[in-house]
């Protein structure tokens, strides 16, 4: 799970336009370690990332979290992209959108 997280991270980052001043305007965190989380990160430049986990058939056979989850990014040709995510026990899906019109980036 750690290892899906931070590869989420990974794609935000690796797609996040060329920003000299970055910020973070909001994260929440919301994890014990243990059964359900939740996870919120927006930054200046657009990018944002939020993920649900909700633990199924807690102490029974089958056992799981169920992620839900978004991050989107303005890419460089000026487009905001959104991919959302569901993985259960049936498996990794997900979706990209792409909005219509473009972002203009601005210089402050």
Excluded: H
């Amino acid at each position: 799970m750690k290892f899906f997280v931070a590869l989420c991270l990974l794609a935000v980052v690796s797609a996040a336009p060329p920003y000299d001043d970055v910020q973070v305007v909001k994260y929440d965190n919301d994890n014990i370690g243990i059964g359900n989380y939740r996870f919120l990160l927006e930054q200046s430049d657009g990018t944002k990332q939020e993920q649900y986990g909700e633990l199924k058939n807690e102490g029974q056979i089958g056992q799981a979290v169920e992620v839900r989850g978004s991050y989107s990014w303005i890419a460089p040709d000026g487009y905001k992209y959104t991919v959302n995510y569901v993985a259960d026990a049936n498996g990794y899906k997900s979706t990209i959108d792409k909005e219509e019109r473009p972002y203009k980036y601005s210089s402050q």
